[in-house]
């Protein structure tokens, strides 16, 4: 996992185990992996959501942001802001919290362990294409389990690369599209029927992929307001700051 933030022991034997137990804890760091999409209503730009992943070892942690506005003459007629903060255990989602305000209706979710529902519970990772192979899957925004059921599509082209297309069906719910590259399963693409419109999440440039080593921090988003709310460390048990770009 990630360096913890301890006291100066008093030995020199101590402090050796320290710096052993960090750089441990740094080689576990797989690798991060960011997804930037805009946000389209039929043909009109509406906002974006970014996906943050780290993958440390067994363990991921998800951070994902999301604003809608859609405006006809300048007057807005929707709004949406979502921030969701999601741990992971060898494939198993252990920790939930989020902040949601659908047009001006709010929802605050914070689950843990046996709260999620299910032994090894998940949510709706489109990140990682094999988390959605569940008949059950954890909505983020209202922490409701919902009954799903995903097949494939076929094959397909986005944006001129090969690509395999997915149905993520659930019931009482429109049918999701979704797209991934052919070549190395990475996320590409989703689409869904909303109030008589397509709702599309383009990327905005390829995901972009740090090793263990790091990436240029100006390639990521500033941090979002929810994972530095003073309570979520701490709901999640952890004691050191979260990894990834300042």
């Not at 970014?50 to 440390?56: D, G, K, L, T």
């Not at 689950?111 to 988390?131: E, I, M, Q, V």
């Amino acid at each position: 996992m990630r360096p913890e933030l301890l006291r100066a022991p008093g030995s020199v034997a101590a402090v050796a185990l320290l710096l052993i137990a960090c750089a441990g804890a740094a080689q576990a760091l797989t690798f991060k992996m960011l997804y930037q999409f805009e946000v389209y209503y039929d043909d009109r730009r509406i906002g974006e959501h970014v996906f943050e992943v780290q993958r440390h070892g067994d363990e991921t942690l998800v951070r994902s942001n999301a604003e809608f506005e859609y405006r006809i003459l300048r007057i807005p007629l929707y709004r949406y802001r979502h921030e969701a903060l999601e741990r992971w255990q060898q494939g198993c989602l252990t920790g939930l919290q989020s902040s949601t305000n659908d047009n001006g209706r709010s929802y605050e979710v914070q689950l843990n362990g046996p709260d999620l529902g299910a032994d090894c519970a998940a949510s709706y990772a489109y990140w990682d294409l094999t988390l959605l192979q569940r008949d059950v899957l954890v909505n983020a925004q209202t922490g409701a389990t919902v009954q799903v059921r995903l097949s494939f599509a076929g094959e397909d082209r986005v944006r001129g690369q090969p690509a395999l297309r997915y149905r993520l069906e659930s019931a009482g719910g429109s049918p999701i599209q979704l797209w991934y590259d052919a070549n190395d399963g990475h996320w590409l693409q989703l689409e869904v029927q909303r109030d008589g419109g397509t709702l599309r999440y383009r990327l905005s440039q390829p995901p972009v992929t740090a090793p263990s080593g790091g990436t240029d921090a100006a390639a990521w988003p500033a941090r979002s307001g929810l994972e530095q709310h003073a309570g979520i460390q701490d709901a999640f048990g952890i004691e050191g700051p979260l990894d990834g770009p300042q």
